[in-house]
């Protein structure tokens, strides 16, 4: 795992741990999030480092958008203004090329939104996705009833640091291929945390049934790295949720529906 997705999980366990209190310090903050860095084996000393790499490498990535998006609107402007010229002089050539040019932009707008809404790890959604699309802007609450399932990988630190990033990687991208054989929409949520959101008509007891099923297939399974083979497993809390349930909300209670859940497969799976 990379040291930006690092310091990611440990920013969001600190913010999950001061979630309750009412007054929070810095002095109080500081050695919440040590204690979760020392968890995670992170060197303190190199953080702010990582932090500002990882913001110069999303400032960079949002850079880049705005001049894209800049670009397009110019584009789409000017494609307009040759238009309405088109169409007063009735030129059926330049309508043609306007209808053309417009398809490109088309085009490359869709690779601008793939970019923005799809993990470049796993291709799933994005939270930005989720936020976006599921979400009211304005309270951050679901604009329509469902079911949402928050999946988190057990063992996964250790599966990093025996075989490497590299392999890690390639475990994520695993997980979230077999989470797509649901009928949910996959969201990377951070880390080796994913959420599914199923249909509204679907019952808890039906994805629990499809999560449950998908986690039983996946542990009859050994994953290979060059000689040496490991299982994997993974976690689950689910929660229906109505319209206009916050998500912080609904990922709460899901998130405790999965930490019993946790506690019940680590007694059964002991290990990769």
């Given at each position: 795992m990379r040291e930006s997705d690092i310091l990611k999980i440990i920013s969001n366990e600190t913010k999950k741990s001061i979630d309750g209190l009412t007054v929070v310090t810095p002095s109080l903050y500081n050695s919440i999030f040590t204690k979760f860095a020392l968890k995670h084996n992170a060197n303190l000393d190199d953080s702010e480092i990582i932090s500002d790499k990882f913001l110069d490498e999303k400032i960079s990535t949002l850079t880049d958008l705005q001049n894209l998006t800049s670009k397009n609107a110019l584009q789409l402007s000017q494609h307009t203004a040759k238009a309405i010229f088109a169409i007063k002089e009735k030129d059926d050539s330049l309508l043609k090329e306007v209808l053309k040019e417009t398809q490109k932009l088309r085009l490359e707008i869709e690779k601008l939104k793939e970019s923005i809404y799809k993990d470049s790890l796993t291709h799933v959604y994005t939270r930005k996705w989720l936020c976006e699309n599921l979400l009211d802007a304005e309270t951050q609450n679901f604009k329509d009833p469902g079911t949402l399932a928050i999946i988190d990988l057990n063992y996964f630190k250790i599966i990093n640091d025996t075989y490497g990033h590299i392999i890690g990687d390639k475990v994520l991208i695993f997980m979230a291929n077999q989470l797509k054989k649901t009928r949910g929409q996959v969201v990377r949520y951070g880390g080796d945390e994913f959420i599914v959101i199923f249909p509204a008509h679907t019952t808890k007891e039906n994805a629990f049934s499809e999560l449950n099923t998908l986690r039983e297939n996946i542990l009859h399974k050994n994953l290979k790295v060059k000689d040496a083979e490991f299982k994997m497993s993974f976690s689950f809390?689910?929660?229906?949720?109505?319209?206009?349930?916050?998500?912080?909300?609904?990922?709460?209670f899901a998130d405790k529906n999965m930490y019993k859940d946790k506690l019940k497969i680590k007694e059964r799976i002991k290990g990769i």
């Open positions: 809390g689910i929660h229906k949720y109505m319209a206009n349930k916050g998500l912080i909300d609904v990922i709460d």
